[in-house]
């Protein structure tokens, strides 16, 4: 009844069905239509007249599963129905960050290289050749000519320099203790 004995249809399967899966899926959009549409091609593939050969099964396989991804298209646009919602296009997994959490990197980004530029050069070499190009304390201190701990020392100074300029644009502006306040402002109700 088929082109392939079921031991090599069985082969096919185990060496491609995840390659198959992840092309349908990612074609289709749904884990659960790209199974189907998989297993259809299985279906298809043992139907084959005994008399048909085939030179390339997995690219038969292949050209199958895509033909019937391209069916299922033709049918959901007959039915009207409507391409993925902007909700379900915000599910779509993404190697990208979120929009704010990018703002925010570049904001702690650009707050780390004015810390940076506070740094006395010696601080900040030793800071960059350690934290960005991954030196050794050994290497730095041969690099710079100076003992092993100073270039510690040197870290220290700047970890905590910028440590504390990070911090210190993290908390909110300090409360007016004045008395003054905004002439303008009622929510802390009249003054007597």
């Not at 082969?11 to 092309?23: C, K, W, Y």
């Not at 043992?46 to 033909?67: D, E, G, Y």
């Amino acid at each position: 009844m088929s082109a392939l004995p079921s031991l090599d249809l069985e082969q096919l399967f185990q060496e491609h069905q995840r390659d198959l899966l992840a092309m349908l899926r990612r074609m289709v959009g749904c884990q659960d239509t790209a199974a189907d549409l998989a297993q259809e091609a299985y279906v298809r593939l043992a139907h084959l007249p005994a008399s048909q050969t085939i030179a390339s099964p997995k690219a038969f396989l292949f050209r199958t599963a895509t033909n019937l991804a391209l069916d299922h298209f033709r049918r959901e646009k007959h039915r009207g129905q409507k391409q993925r919602s902007l909700d379900e296009a915000e599910k779509i997994p993404t190697e990208a960050p979120p929009a704010d959490q990018q703002v925010y990197d570049r904001q702690r980004i650009a707050s780390l290289e004015v810390a940076l530029t506070n740094l006395s050069e010696r601080t900040r070499s030793v800071f960059v050749l350690r934290r960005v190009y991954g030196y050794s304390y050994q290497e730095i201190a041969v690099q710079l000519g100076i003992s092993e701990r100073s270039v510690e020392k040197h870290l220290v100074k700047a970890m905590t320099h910028c440590q504390q300029m990070c911090l210190n644009e993290d908390e909110p502006p300090a409360d007016d203790t004045s008395g003054g306040g905004d002439p303008d402002d009622t929510s802390l109700g009249e003054r007597v």
